[in-house]
């Protein structure tokens, strides 16, 4: 079975991350996590680009807006990563959307 979980367990999810270094794969970028809104859009302070020989224009970018539906993955720090909580969440919001 399949159940749509909503985007409010993710933006919660995020928001634990916020003044966090992260990466996006957009263009590559890392930055530290300024804010999520509820249609996932991120935004970064303190950019990096991974790859400055494939992005030069970004090179002079110090915080960016990113529009949700463009994010293909985030990159979160491995030693934050708390999976058993998402899980959680996603197993709780699953079981109310069955009832």
Do not use: W
Not at 11 to 34: A, D, E, K, P, Q
Not at 41 to 59: A, F, G, Q, R
Not at 76 to 90: F, H, I, N, R
């Amino acid at each position: 079975l399949y159940y749509e979980l909503s985007t409010e367990i993710f933006i919660t999810y995020y928001r634990s991350f916020m003044f966090m270094n992260v990466c996006v794969s957009l263009l590559s970028i890392c930055g530290t996590l300024h804010s999520v809104d509820q249609y996932l859009n991120i935004k970064l302070t303190d950019i990096s680009v991974t790859d400055p020989e494939k992005y030069p224009h970004m090179l002079s970018v110090k915080n960016c807006f990113i529009r949700g539906s463009v994010v293909r993955y985030v990159q979160l720090p491995a030693d934050e990563v708390d999976t058993q909580l998402l899980q959680d969440a996603a197993r709780k919001e699953a079981m109310q959307q069955k009832q």
